[in-house]
T-cell receptor
Framework: AQRVTQPEKLLSVFKGAPVELKCNYSYSGSPELFWYVQYSRQRLQLLLRHISRESIKGFTADLNKGETSFHLKKPFAQEEDSAMYYC??????????FGKGTKLSVKP | TAGITQAPTSQILAAGRSMTLRCTQDMRHNAMYWYRQDLGLGLRLIHYSNTAGTTGKGEVPDGYSVSRANTDDFPLTLASAVPSQTSVYFCASSDLAGGGFYEQYFGPGTRLTVT
């Protein structure tokens, strides 16, 4: 079965510091991977998808098939980046299989 | 465009009572999903529907039922609520037609407390 692992429940950094939110997946085929973000008391929204290789709000994520990872990175964290971040892969029914989430706290 | 809406926003429900959580989308998406969000567990799929008239079970379907009478609505029913169903429930939708990537859009969530 597909599985997405986010090893860190909480990540706390200072403003301006680099950020890396870890995500590992288990899937034998070609995965479709995403990062979703949930700001305080807001709905989940798509941040990044691996197929587009884009940078959104300064965040990037690269799929590493050798390490089965899809880590989310940002060189300089901002206070407004504080949120809950979920890594997810697409399931067989078009659903999303989520990791348990990492809460990012950016301190001033 | 409203996108995807859910009702109620929050609810306190006595154990043993029934309740229907409503979800409506106006994007004409063919696929809809219900997830529950629990601290430390992330979001888990309860039920899904890939098109009107069909539904399927997700990872945690027990105690829940769904129906998909039309494209727009996907209600989630708890027949006899139990405290372990205390959670935040998110409805989502996406367009599955033609393959490829289709973003999944989420509703604002319903916070349910079963006492």
């Amino acid at each position: 079965a597909q599985r997405v692992t986010q090893p860190e429940k909480l990540l706390s950094v200072f403003k301006g510091a680099p950020v890396e939110l870890k995500c590992n997946y288990s899937y034998s085929g070609s995965p479709e991977l995403f990062w979703y973000v949930q700001y305080s008391r807001q709905r989940l929204q798509l941040l990044l998808r691996h197929i587009s290789r884009e940078s959104i709000k300064g965040f990037t994520a690269d799929l590493n098939k050798g390490e089965t990872s899809f880590h989310l990175k940002k060189p300089f964290a901002q206070e407004e980046d504080s949120a809950m971040y979920y890594c997810a892969s697409r399931g067989s029914q078009g659903n999303l299989i989520f990791g348990k989430g990492t809460k990012l706290s950016v301190k001033p | 465009t409203a996108g995807i809406t859910q009702a109620p926003t929050s609810q306190i429900l006595a154990a043993g009572r029934s309740m229907t959580l409503r979800c409506t989308q106006d994007m004409r998406h063919n696929a809809m999903y219900w997830y529950r969000q629990d601290l430390g567990l992330g979001l888990r799929l309860i039920h899904y529907s890939n098109t009107a008239g069909t539904t399927g079970k997700g990872e945690v379907p027990d105690g829940y039922s769904v129906s998909r009478a039309n494209t727009d609505d996907f209600p989630l029913t708890l027949a006899s609520a139990v405290p372990s169903q205390t959670s935040v429930y998110f409805c989502a939708s996406s367009d599955l037609a033609g393959g490829g990537f289709y973003e999944q859009y989420f509703g604002p969530g319903t916070r349910l407390t079963v006492t």
